[in-house]
């Protein structure tokens, strides 16, 4: 009976203790939850433009209605660019979908998705009316290439990097108090070397940041994805740097596409020799290399190998002689 009582008495004061931690631990979450109420001032959030127009601007160009983020400040911002810049893509549709905010990003996706399934078409007769209307319907929205005309990608109207992933379908975003538009308020169309042989170029912005050298370039195709590596520089500084671009194709129609891509390079001048593996993650275009342009000098040689893109498994080679830096 001893034991049996002494058992109870245990058995009480475990019960005991088991609700104290409870009570303990729910009034740490209540606390928890709590402090995150208090610091409910949220950091990014979805604003309106007419919040932040000023008061003599028309709303007849429809900028009135548009959402907009909202940054908190400088910092925010930078640091909300630098953190969606590292995430996959299937991370940062999940950050605006719980945002719920229709930017640039997330409009050209849907396009692109569109224009996809158009380019997966197996009846080819009917491709083209298929893309008449598409470029129809987001002829309001996105701006279309007028230099070559069979590339139907959707560019966006302005031309920022950062912008076009946090900014709203014209490029605006809000830091503070402040409304930010783009600086480059014009769309960069991308013309390959076929194009620019056939047809009189129009004035325009060049790619920005990024200079390609003549006859420096390699294509490889896998069906009807066709990936180009192409040696260049960064126009405002003074480093290497190497693009790549993929396209996919349907008989006259192209339209890029995202992909991640490798490569063997060696370069060679009368004052330099040194071999590296350049990579660019999947969605990247520019792989800047740790190498100055006066270490090299204004002419050299180069060796490409082993040049794979995400699209296929198609590897291409090519050896370039006498380049000259411009």
């Known amino acids: 009976m001893k034991v049996l009582n002494s058992l109870s008495k245990h058995a009480h004061l475990v019960m005991a203790v088991c609700l104290a931690l409870g009570i303990a631990s729910c009034s740490n979450e209540e606390e928890i939850v709590s402090q995150s109420n208090n610091n409910s001032s949220p950091e990014v959030e979805v604003s309106r433009m007419s919040d932040w127009l000023p008061g003599t601007r028309s709303a007849s160009d429809g900028l009135a209605d548009m959402p907009v983020l909202r940054f908190q400040n400088e910092q ?25 905010f229709d930017g640039a990003y997330t409009l050209w996706n849907r396009a692109d998705e569109e224009l ?12 083209e009316k298929l893309i008449n209307d598409y470029k129809v319907k987001y002829g309001n929205v996105f701006s279309f290439n007028t230099i070559d005309s069979y590339d139907v990608t959707p ?14 379908i014209k490029g605006y975003v809000v830091i503070g108090n402040t409304l930010k538009a783009p600086e480059v308020n014009t769309p960069t169309y991308e013309v390959d070397e076929e194009a620019v042989s056939t047809r009189a170029l129009r004035p325009g912005p060049i790619q920005p940041g990024y200079k390609g050298f003549r006859d420096a370039s390699v294509t490889i195709k896998n ?68 190498l100055r342009i006066e270490t090299v000098g204004n002419v050299f040689d180069a060796h490409v190998d082993n040049f794979t893109s995400s699209r296929g498994k198609t590897v291409g080679r090519q050896a370039f002689k006498n380049i000259k830096i411009i």
């Not at 399934?117 to 491709?127: A, G, K, N, P, S």
């Open 155 to 168: 560019y966006f109207t302005f031309t920022d990097n950062e912008l076009s992933l946090v900014g709203n």
């Open 223 to 290: 069906g009807k994805y066709r990936s180009t590596m192409t040696i260049g520089r960064i126009v405002n500084g003074n480093s290497f740097a190497v693009e790549f671009k993929t396209k996919k194709k349907v008989v006259f129609w192209k339209k890029n596409v995202a992909a991640g891509y490798s490569a063997d390079l060696s370069m060679h001048s009368s004052k330099f020799n040194h071999r590296n593996k350049v990579f660019c993650p999947y969605g990247k275009e520019i792989s800047i290399l740790n």
């Open 76 to 100: 925010v911002y930078n640091q909300t660019i630098e953190k969606l810049s590292n995430m996959t893509k299937e991370n940062r549709d999940t950050y605006f979908e719980k945002l719920g």
């Open 116 to 127: 996809e399934q158009i380019f997966d078409t197996e009846d080819t007769l009917r491709i």
